[in-house]
């Protein structure tokens, strides 16, 4: 069982505030961590009872899609978490480390 249209996705190596803040300068709306966790700079205790990472708890979104939302919205959400998860992560010592020793 779970809510129709919410949905979490996390991106390692990147801090979810960052994430949420850039989205937010494109005119997206999303959340960080669980609903539970709301609020909170730490990793959400949901996603690490769930077996999530630290890392991944880390960079987690929590999207809600609702009635109003379109095909529009969610390309549009998608292209802009493509550029701005690029832009982070070339940004993250801890990525460019990684992908160097890959």
Known sequence: ??????????FKFIN????????????VCVSTGSACSSGSNSPSHVLL???????????????????ENTKEDVDYLIEALIKIVNKLRNMSSEYLEFVKNK
Do not use: Q, V, Y
């Open 16 to 27: 979810g505030e960052d994430l949420l803040l850039n989205l937010d300068m494109n005119g």
């Open 49 to 67: 009872a769930i077996g999530l990472s630290e890392d991944f708890a880390k960079g987690s979104l929590r999207i809600t899609f609702g009635r």
């Open 1 to 10: 069982r779970r809510l129709p249209g919410n949905s979490n996705i996390s």
